[in-house]
């Protein structure tokens, strides 16, 4: 089977809940899935949320979510990271510890919109069970988060991360993880093959505010993505990548 037709098993349009009404969740629009090949598959929706549920929880989340920008260490060096952020985990579970920082973990009892916001997740994406959330703020357009994947061991093998955008719409670029350097006695032809794949192996999407986006199979082990910083100022955006830690 050609690797641009592979889906996972499981992972079909149809796992999306398509007949969600106001009662549960506002009607969502048109999505878009996004076959990135070999098992990796990232799935948008525009219209996740009406405008104006948005932004009452962005303004509930901008005005009482504890957000820090903590110091973070990478590549030898210690830095503040390039934006706000908060955790919340349900209680007993392996601490998360990126770029060398160990958030404070926070419960959803003490944010209970943030319970609510994950109802509406789950109510669109049965079967998940997300039992953490990592809040981003971007108070402007030189905020940003580099290139990276969430691969970390505590998210298992095949992670499912859904990620809900409020306020200032931005840029969500993903990029292929680069290939081991190739033996020097590869044929003209692998040469070739290998050239004409790497230029279809960036993908991006303009995050909008009350959009889902949910990136599932392989996408952590094979793709890094990024936020990068916008030319013209922009104001504040807020991301909730909700996650399920399994071990
Ligand atoms: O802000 C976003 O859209 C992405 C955030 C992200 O990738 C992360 O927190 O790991
Ligand atoms: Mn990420």
Not at 1 to 14: Q, V
Not at 90 to 98: D, I, N, P, R, V
Not at 160 to 180: D, H, M, Q, T, Y
């Amino acid at each position: 089977m050609p690797a641009m037709s592979f889906r996972l098993r499981g992972f079909e349009a149809t796992e999306l809940n398509p007949n969600l009404d106001a009662n549960s969740c506002e009607k969502r629009g048109k999505q878009s899935i996004t076959d990135l090949g070999d098992g990796s598959e990232v799935v948008y929706v525009p219209k996740f949320l009406s405008a104006e549920r948005a932004w009452d929880w962005f303004d509930y989340l901008d005005k009482e979510i504890p957000w820090t920008r903590p110091l973070i260490h990478v590549f030898g060096r210690s830095c503040l990271q390039p934006r706000d952020t908060c955790y919340v985990a349900s209680e007993g579970l392996t601490a998360l510890k990126y770029s060398g920082y160990q958030p404070h973990a926070y419960t959803w009892d003490e944010y209970p919109v943030l319970r609510d916001i994950l109802q509406a997740v789950h109510d669109a994406l049965p079967g998940t069970r997300f039992n953490s959330l990592l809040l981003n703020r971007y108070k402007c357009g030189s905020d940003y988060v580099a290139w990276h994947s969430d691969d970390e061991k505590v998210y298992g093998s095949t992670p499912k991360i859904a990620s809900v955008s409020f306020g200032c719409e931005r840029e969500f670029l993903l990029k292929k993880k680069p290939v081991k350097k190739e033996a020097s006695n590869a044929s003209e032809e692998q040469r070739h093959k290998r050239l004409k794949i790497s230029c279809q192996d960036r993908h991006s999407f303009l995050l909008k505010h009350g959009s889902l986006l949910v990136m599932r199979g392989y996408t952590q082990r094979d793709w890094i993505h990024s936020v990068p910083k916008r030319a013209k100022s922009g104001s504040v955006r807020i991301n909730l990548t909700f996650r399920q830690i399994v071990m």
